[in-house]
């Protein structure tokens, strides 16, 4: 073999990952019961769930924690009984109410200490036609529910073995049910946690089982979320001059001025392409936002909306081509009026997430009119909407070093 060739493969070889196989076929080794109390053993091979009267929702969790990975497994379950995987979970550290976005409004939710909680990859019958789906167990409820896409909906089959193909990188989840795409999430809430097969509450006039065979990963590391602001300096931001702009509290306090239409900016040096940001606002009065890819000269820029009033997490374009208003919410029920709220921003090429305090509020997935690349951009509205607003906690998602 010539020295190019085998420079060629030693390359190939060292940038190919390892397959681990997450239970050896013998032994429930590494693994844990968390929550309820429906029985795992091995049977052939097979890790082999049965339902438990009265029981709760139960967990067998893996000991150790997984940040970025690929996961595939096989799994067969009883037509009559819900199931999943869990991924990047954990566990409610005290009993207490959680506040949980529904139809619409916050409402309070009671937990029990322990209570395992985290994305879900669902498992159910072929008629329900929503394995593969992603689920968020115990907080937020369906995050990509798949009833509606005619192949997704069609690839679990019962009473056979079904392959899933997992993949987590970043703030990306994807999903294959024998090897059909199912699903394709955009969420920066959990970057890292433990891997569980769940084993649902249960009412039948018999037990029930599902059934995990061939469990293997690779380890892809992990992402990590790394500040791009002091919260103290002006260092690596920069104020347009417009209004009024301050450093308080590890807060940038932006003000219009009475006297001065123009709109107030703190824009970050640094210029972005792909990235995923998480900030927290608080909007006092009148009209904000936060713009990515924007550029410094025209301000022409993708902005998250932030309103005191309405529409906040909504998608305005700016700019002299922008679209101005594209769409997004039209009411404020996602922000905590007055109070710090948590915004995230993703970009991934032509693909467009927001979220506010978690709740997805707008979702592009095919965006090819927009712009690509350019600064941040922290803004507050010029005397014609008089504005107060604040800023902290400014970080971006990057791969741990």
């Not at 497994?73 to 819900?82: R, S």
Request: aromatic share 10%; hydrophobic share 35%.
């Amino acid at each position: 073999m010539k020295p190019l060739s085998l420079l060629f493969l030693f390359c190939a070889l060292a940038g190919a990952q390892t397959w681990t196989p997450l239970f050896d076929g013998k032994t429930l080794d590494g693994w844990e019961v968390c929550n309820g109390y429906a029985t795992y053993k091995v049977e052939n091979g097979a890790i082999v769930g049965t339902t438990a009267e009265g029981s709760p929702n139960s967990f067998l969790c893996t000991k150790r924690e997984y940040g970025d990975f690929i996961l595939e497994l096989e799994t067969m379950t009883d037509p009559a009984l819900n199931s999943g995987i869990q991924i990047r979970s954990r566990r409610y550290p005290d009993e207490g109410p959680i506040q949980v976005f529904e139809n619409g409004k916050w409402v309070s939710r009671k937990v029990p200490k322990g209570r395992v909680y985290g994305y879900q990859v669902e498992i159910a019958n072929e008629k329900s036609g929503s394995s593969g789906g992603i689920y968020d167990e115990a907080r937020r409820g369906w995050l990509h529910n798949i009833a509606s896409d005619p192949a997704a909906s069609k690839a679990f089959k019962d009473n056979q073995w079904n392959h899933y193909r997992i993949e987590a990188r970043g703030d990306t989840i994807r999903v294959w049910v024998n090897g059909v795409p199912c699903a394709h999430l955009t969420d920066p809430m959990d970057q890292s946690g433990f891997i569980a097969l769940q084993v649902h509450s249960y009412k039948g006039e018999k037990p029930a089982q599902v059934r995990w065979r061939n469990i293997r990963i690779q380890d892809l590391g992990r992402h990590e979320w790394r500040r791009i602001w002091d919260g103290k300096t002006w260092s690596g931001w920069k104020h347009n001059g417009a209004g009024l702009a301050e450093i308080a509290d590890g807060a940038f306090r932006l003000r219009s001025k009475d006297d001065d239409p123009r709109i107030a900016m703190v824009l970050s040096e640094r210029s972005f392409r792909d990235l995923t940001l998480r900030l927290k606002f608080k909007i006092l009065k009148g009209n904000s936002g936060v713009f990515v890819r924007t550029d410094p000269e025209n301000y022409a820029a993708y902005e998250v909306e932030v309103d005191a009033e309405s529409r906040t997490g909504g998608f305005w374009e700016t700019g002299p081509n922008g679209r101005k208003w594209v769409t997004g919410p039209e009411d404020n029920a996602a922000v905590h009026a007055g109070e710090w709220n948590e915004m995230t921003a993703s970009l991934h090429g032509h693909r467009i997430v927001f979220h506010i305090n978690g709740v997805k509020t707008l979702e592009l997935p095919n965006d090819t009119a927009g712009r690509l690349e350019g600064v941040i951009g922290l803004q507050a509205h010029g005397a014609k909407r008089p504005t107060e607003v604040w800023f902290k906690d400014i970080e971006i998602l990057e791969p741990a070093r």
